[in-house]
């Protein structure tokens, strides 16, 4: 059983899943799904926003990170979760893993971008789950939001 059907048997939920190409031009698709399923518990303007920016976030990711600059071709996954109480994402990559505990680190003037994207999901979330390790294929990002 995968996670998010795990997720629906214990919270009423009804899951919806995306998969897209792994590429910038096909984020945009996450996004408008997501607000599609938000119409449905007429889910707030701020919340939604912050939805679409943790959305966003770990699907470019994955998009960046997964499958490396060698030219592999690759897919995310995401899966939608609605509940009456929570709007639940996961976005899962089948490409090179990572370290999620790495904190971002200043290089010259930049922010070097592992960990940042994470940091922006934990804040929007009010539940956070990540898979992955450096070495091992796939990674899994999930996270919940919880619905007034």
Known sequence: MSDAAGVEERTGARA???RIPAKPEYITLGRLALAGL????????????DLKLALTEA???????????????????????????RLGIEVVDNGAGFDPERPPTLEGDELSEGGLGIAI????ADEFEIESRPGVRGSRLRFVKKLD
């Open 16 to 18: 919806v899943s995306l």
């Open 38 to 49: 938000a119409q449905l518990r007429e889910v707030p303007e701020d919340t939604l926003a």
């Open 59 to 85: 699907v470019s990711n994955s998009v960046r990170h997964a499958y490396g600059a060698g030219g592999e071709e690759g897919h995310v996954e995401i899966t939608y979760s609605l509940a009456a109480d």
């Open 121 to 124: 999901i934990r804040t929007v």
